[in-house]
């Protein structure tokens, strides 16, 4: 910095932009993985009621009387932007890569495996070898996009994310 000021981002306000960092690049990337699994669901390749899963398995469909995949989509938005960009800021300096952007694509990795398995709707033959393509090409697009938005928003010191 010039002058020799040392720039503070342990503070408040260092903390809140960090987090504003992170949900904006969990809403980019969830919303390029989205649209991946949009063209999947076109070629039958995925289920968009899949997301029904998710508000069943916490509860939330027993307490919001709407559409159940809504609701579910609404919490794998949510847990896009909140949880899974805090645990990127807080491992992505030991994933391999020069940058954020390249090091969205192991943690894109990391979670697909959970996905493939929690999503998985019976598909066979062509439909699953799709399925497992087109999803890991979008947890890909979700760690990529999430990086790349990590490096363009943030100048943080090595030590905070």
């Known amino acids: 910095m010039p ?15 960090d987090g504003f960092v992170g949900a ?6 969830t919303t390029v993985m989205t649209l991946v699994f949009l063209v999947a669901a076109q070629i039958g390749a995925f289920n968009l009621d899949s997301f029904a899963t998710l508000a069943d398995l916490t509860g939330t ?15 794998f938005l949510f847990i896009g932007m909140v949880p899974w960009p805090l645990f990127f800021a807080s491992i992505g300096w030991y994933l391999p890569g020069d940058r954020f952007a390249t090091k969205g694509l192991p943690f894109g990795f990391i979670l697909w495996t959970g996905f493939a ?25 979700y760690g990529f996009a999430l990086g790349a938005v990590f490096d363009y928003l943030s100048e943080r010191p090595e030590t905070l994310v």
């Open 117 to 141: 398995i929690a999503y998985y709707d019976g598909y066979t033959g062509t439909s699953l070898v799709l399925y497992l393509l087109l999803t890991l090409l979008g947890h890909f697009a």
């Open 3 to 17: 002058g020799g000021t040392v720039v503070e981002f342990d503070h408040l306000v260092g903390v809140i932009t």
């Open 61 to 75: 469909r027993s307490l919001v009387s709407v559409n159940p995949t809504a609701v579910g989509y609404a919490l």
């Open 24 to 29: 904006v690049g969990g809403l980019v990337g």
